[in-house]
């Protein structure tokens, strides 16, 4: 952890001083996080030019950047905070439509299998900005619970009440592609 | 354990929160709960899911765009007027500035208030409301060239018409403020006119005529001001020149051997 931050430490002075290299370096080492988070959250046609916005933020702000948190945690912070920005203006939910859902093959009832995630990515898609980000960054990213309310700038324990509320909405939303077919019992017998 | 206490509890049990206690209760209901089982199972499955989304790689091009726009973001900033600059490198810090800027500018006003208020008679530290009325009023002394020397004179008792009673409520108490100090110097002059009633005497008619002349003068000035703060000033002026007047005759006391 401690030469993480004499890395990040390095890296952050480099690029201050303008130096390409410690520029491209940093780019690679978050390129897929912030590519991956802006495509999972805006989707595939705006992703791009979030990440663009992002870095562009990233160099431009790290003169300001204090340290009070990870460089990590800030980058993912900008990133999130562009893509539901992007989200806002664009002035509509991002939504897979409900025929890339429906159009997809039904899965067999036997192992993971792509078409599953590609049912899962449609229905990602369908969540509300917020449910999406956190299942982002706690589910797909794997970020710890601490990390997820630093960059959603909310309380640990709000973090994991949006998240069980998104992967209850994420359950909903995939029906009966998720679990055991074989073993369901039926919804609503439950005590 | 419940459905609902345990749907609640689902996932943060698969997450590993759960102390061990929480965790065996989970587990023990879901032994015995196939329906709970079933969304365990599904919730477990879309989380291993989700983890196991691929990574996404960015399109090769997206450096490339990121390059450019912040080359245009600098030969902006080149563009721009010199203050503009400045203005841009010092902006994040401005919120800090504002709140050190506040803190300073109220501990100023502050400051400024208390000694402009201290500098009026009766409004001094220690006379504010609720400290309860002075029993001697202190009198301003501004010397004149020809009384430098004066040991300054002697208290002046509080007239009695200082006193204004107070309005019922705050706010009416507040607006009779103006005319509280106003009767104050008033009852401050009428008091010093008293005392100066006895050297007058000794005056000469010229020094009578002159000192009546300019008396009379600053009275009218009184007359004229407007209510408030013109016409504190106003009566300020009035109560120095019969303090001097006061004081004059006293060093002339002294300086003849007799008592003031």
């Known amino acids: ?191 | 354990m419940t459905c609902d206490d345990t749907r609640r509890r689902l996932t943060a049990y698969l997450d590993g929160d759960l102390d061990a206690d929480g965790g065996t209760l989970v587990r023990v209901h879901l032994r015995g709960c196939a329906a709970c089982r079933q969304v365990a199972t599904e919730e477990a499955e879309l989380r291993d899911e989700l983890r196991a989304l691929p990574v996404l790689d960015p399109p090769p091009a997206l450096w490339a765009g990121v390059q450019a726009r912040l080359a245009a973001a600098e030969e902006a900033a080149a563009r721009r007027p010199w203050w503009r600059r400045a203005l841009a490198r010092w902006t994040p810090a401005l919120p800090r500035f504002a709140a050190g800027g506040l803190v300073a500018a109220a501990a100023v006003t502050a400051l400024w208030w208390r000694t402009h208020r201290a500098g009026e008679p009766g409004i001094g530290p220690g006379t504010g409301p609720g400290t309860g009325p002075e029993p001697v009023l202190e009198v301003i002394v501004h010397p004149t060239p020809e009384i430098k020397a004066s040991p300054g004179p002697a208290p002046v008792a509080r007239p009695a018409s200082c006193e204004i009673p107070e309005a019922a409520d705050a706010t009416a108490d507040l607006a009779l403020d103006d005319a509280r100090r106003s009767g104050c110097y008033a009852a401050t002059a009428a008091a010093l006119v008293a005392e100066l009633e006895a050297p007058r005497a000794e005056w000469t008619a010229d020094q009578r005529a002159a000192f009546d002349d300019q008396h009379a003068a600053l009275r009218q000035a009184v007359a004229a001001a407007r209510e408030g703060r013109p016409r504190h000033r106003a009566w300020r002026a009035v109560v120095r020149y019969l303090q001097g007047a006061l004081a004059r005759d006293e060093v002339v006391a002294l300086a003849s051997g007799g008592a003031p």
């Open chain 1, 1 to 191: 952890m401690a030469a993480a931050l004499a890395d990040d430490a390095q890296l952050i002075a480099a690029c201050r001083r303008g130096e390409a290299r410690a520029m491209e370096m940093l780019y690679h080492q978050y390129k897929r996080r912030v590519f991956g988070m802006a495509h999972r959250i805006v989707g595939a046609s705006d992703s791009e030019e979030v990440a663009q916005e992002v870095f562009v933020r990233v160099f431009r702000g790290l003169a300001a950047f204090r340290g009070d948190s990870a460089l990590s945690t800030w980058i993912y912070r900008l990133t999130v905070n562009a893509a539901l920005s992007h989200l806002a203006r664009r002035g509509r939910r991002h939504e897979v439509g409900d025929d890339d859902l429906t159009e997809l093959p039904a899965p067999p009832a036997t192992e993971r299998d792509s078409a599953l995630a590609s049912r899962i990515e449609a229905a990602l898609g369908r969540l509300p900005a917020g449910y999406r980000a956190i299942l982002v960054l706690h589910d797909v990213e794997g970020l710890s619970h601490e990390e997820c309310a630093a960059i959603l700038d909310c309380r640990v324990g709000t973090c994991k009440s949006q998240l069980h509320k998104a992967r209850a909405r994420m359950r909903e939303l995939l029906g009966d592609s998720l679990g055991d077919r074989g073993a369901r019992a039926p919804r609503g017998t439950e005590t």
